[in-house]
């Protein structure tokens, strides 16, 4: 028997947060159709702080990968508000990574990998998906990665 994606979670030592409320006039999440869209999730770690920095001045790539996951992490947790269930996740149809970063620097796919692994890590093949990983000379709260999705739901 194939485990749950909250299973596979827990397997990683991770646990699902409350899905972070907005800040501003925006929804955290929509449901047009079969689709959900996941508004922009900044790098807040599940003890509430901020992974803040850019790349290339005072981030590593590393921890900027861990800002990812957290990222990650917020929009599962949003689905699950959404959805009720983690199991309802057809497919992550497309991530849109944005990395706080220098001109100069030029590693945000590496940065982003770190969301996508964990959305493969937790929900298998349904976890692939397309995606952009751009990078900016500011994000919200100083946050050094910020990640929407578009997820497709099942019946």
């Known amino acids: 028997m ?3 994606p909250l299973q596979r979670l827990t397997a990683l030592g991770l646990e699902l947060p409350e899905a972070p409320a907005p800040v501003a006039n925006y929804v955290p999440y929509l449901i047009s159709g079969d689709h959900l869209y996941v508004s922009g999730q900044i790098s807040k770690a599940p003890d509430g702080s901020i992974v803040t920095g850019r790349l290339g001045d005072d981030i590593s790539i590393e921890d900027a990968k861990t800002a990812a996951r957290y990222c990650a992490l917020n929009i599962l947790a949003q689905a699950n ?4 269930s983690l199991d309802r996740i057809a497919q992550v149809i497309r991530l849109t990574g944005y990395v706080a970063s220098t ?3 030029g590693d945000q ?3 982003i990998n770190g969301a996508s692994d964990l959305m493969v890590d937790v929900l298998g093949d ?4 397309t995606r952009a990983a751009v990078g900016v000379a500011a ?6 990665v910020e990640i929407d999705a578009i ?3 099942k019946d």
């Open 126 to 129: 349904a976890g692939r998906h």
């Open 2 to 4: 194939s485990k749950t």
């Open 109 to 111: 796919p590496a940065v």
């Open 103 to 105: 001109p100069q620097a």
């Open 139 to 144: 994000l919200p709260a100083g946050c050094a």
């Open 81 to 84: 508000a959404a959805l009720g």
């Open 151 to 153: 997820l497709q739901i």
